[in-house]
């Protein structure tokens, strides 16, 4: 088990926290009160992010043209240091930049803080902001502890200061995770935040609005805007800088159920080319959090997160490559919805893979059926498609993978997901399956962190899943304040290899524990 170095709490709760708090952007009252008065200042935080045994990369924002500097040492006094020259912060990147670490010390505790200076004069700097991040440990018997969930500021639920802000992610850090997997819809571009919401029981949940979330998102800036608004949040900037994050986009990056070559028909957009918001949307979305992308297209999403021996990370990209969302009954179906080359590089890495665990970070569910019916028509938004039978349309992609799963042998590989606003576990079991060529396996999902909660999908019988457990409410669009919001937790045991995963509530109450044993194909 990944054990807290004994001044980690110490830190978090004194000078990262006081850190952490300074950073709030003027627009809430809360500058620097030593800032330094004409130079460089980093208002949104810092965030760390896919972070292997000896790398990392670091995330900052600055308020004007800035040149990136990071120093790290072994601990919080800085006493010895290594300096680390990042690029170049401009208008061309919204004034954002990642500076990739790298020959760090495997399962140890790096301090950083990160330094703004002049472009043209780099003694001037601003005040440093600080952070900290465990390296992946080389050594199986450490263990690996990290958390996954999705949806943050969804069907309208804000920042809500009354509420405490978006709380979860206190919950969480208590918890002292190795990482953070957002399964996607980190914002949402398509649905503008109001400054109240009338609750059922007549009280009034109040948002922090911003200019760039009172429309959906078209343009780049209203896009950048998008991402800027959670960071307003204290406990996400505390969050960011003390837990590295694994990302991945789902559909409310750009708008609800988008694929690419869509034509627009809803009224409040004045671009109706998808794909044209999607560009927009994939490069704040690059902006805008640290991700490792060395010899991938600019923006690519999908990526092994190599996480030491007992974890790899296979993190989808379920939006970029999909066909159009249809009725989902073609009897062939080659582009599916990760897309022919994707699937390939899945199968590739994961037969690659020796890690003990595979953890498939999938943004949309196998076997829950989720509609879209957006345009009137009884189309499929994810892979299920509600018929028990023989897999078709995307369902075909799906059975081709567990099936190469199967017969190349593949061991421990475990489904992460969120994206349906509520939280449970399905076992896939062939002996229950319309398709029985495959290994069983565990789904789980978790989420939302902040945005509406929404009754349990109905399951599609053709991989033969049993949902286990469920936690939902009866109606749709349950704000934070009436709860039904979730993340999960895995722990990998050092010693026995064993998995645990954990579903819990916003507030970190166990709901339900799954523990499941290694060196299985499929689980």
């Known amino acids: 088990m990944s054990l807290p170095l004994p001044d980690r709490r110490g830190v978090l709760r004194g000078s990262l926290a006081a850190s952490a708090a300074l950073t709030l952007p003027t627009a809430l009252g809360s500058a620097p009160a030593f800032a ?8 949104w935080g810092v965030q760390t992010g896919d972070v292997t045994t000896d790398s990392g990369l670091v995330w900052v924002r600055s308020d004007r043209p800035a040149r990136m500097m990071v120093e790290t040492s072994a601990t919080e006094s800085f006493r010895r240091t290594r300096r680390w020259h990042g690029p170049l ?25 990160v330094l703004l200076a002049d472009p043209d004069d780099l003694r001037r700097t601003g005040e440093p902001v600080g952070g900290t991040f465990r390296t992946a440990s080389a050594r199986r018997r450490d263990g690996v502890r990290f958390l996954w969930s999705g949806d943050l500021a969804g069907q309208g639920w804000g920042i809500n200061p009354d509420f ?21 819809d980190n914002i949402y571009a398509d ?6 919401v009338t609750l059922p029981d007549g009280r009034v949940w109040r948002n922090v609005t911003t200019e760039e979330k009172s429309k959906v ?24 800088a003390q837990v590295p994050s694994v990302v991945q986009w789902d559909d409310h990056e750009v708008l609800n159920n988008w694929y690419p070559g869509e034509i627009l028909t809803d009224a409040r957009y004045t671009e109706r080319n998808v794909d044209v918001l999607a560009a927009r949307a994939r490069r704040a979305f690059s902006e805008y959090f640290p991700m490792a992308t060395p010899r991938r297209p600019a923006g690519r999403v999908h990526r092994v997160i190599n996480h030491g021996p007992l974890l790899d990370v296979f993190v989808l990209d379920m939006r970029s490559y999909r066909n159009a969302n249809s009725p989902g009954d073609q009897p062939t179906d080659p582009q599916g919805i990760l897309g022919a080359e994707q699937l390939a590089w899945l199968e590739r890495e994961l037969f690659r893979s020796r890690a003990v665990w595979k953890v498939i970070a999938s943004d949309m569910p196998l076997g829950l059926v989720v509609p879209d019916t957006g345009d009137g028509r009884p189309d499929i938004e994810a892979v299920a498609q509600g018929d028990p039978g023989a897999p078709l349309g995307r369902e075909l992609q799906i059975a081709e993978l567990l099936r190469f799963i199967k017969h190349r042998r593949i ?43 929404f009754p349990a999908n109905a399951l599609d019988g053709t ?15 349950v704000g934070p304040a009436g709860g039904y919001q979730f993340f ?29 044993q290694p060196g299985r194909v499929g689980q």
Request: net charge negative; with cysteine.
């Open 217 to 240: 998102a078209e343009t780049l800036t209203e896009f950048r805007g998008n991402f800027r608004y959670n960071l307003l949040d204290a406990n996400l900037r505390r969050f960011n």
């Open 488 to 516: 999960g937790e895995v722990d990998i045991d050092g010693g026995s290899g064993e998995l645990t995963v954990r579903l819990r509530e916003s507030d970190g109450t166990v709901l339900f524990t799954k523990v499941l």
């Open 164 to 184: 405490g802000g978006y709380r979860v992610y206190d919950a969480m850090a208590r918890l002292d995770p190795d990482f953070f997997l957002c399964s996607g």
């Open 191 to 196: 649905g503008p935040i109001p400054s109240s």
């Open 89 to 113: 912060l401009g208008a061309g990147t919204d004034f954002t930049g990642t500076t990739r670490l790298h020959g760090l010390p495997s399962g140890e505790q790096i301090h950083y803080r």
């Open 411 to 453: 061991t421990g590989t475990v489904w992460l997901t969120a994206d349906v606003h509520h939280t449970s576990a399905q076992h896939y079991q062939p002996s229950r399956a319309a398709f029985s060529d495959f290994e069983p396996f565990w789904e789980f999902v978790s989420g939302p962190l902040n945005a509406g909660a």
């Open 463 to 477: 991989f033969g899943p049993e949902r286990v457990f469920v936690k939902a409410p009866a109606v749709s669009n």
């Open 36 to 43: 330094r008065s004409g130079r460089p200042r980093a208002g």
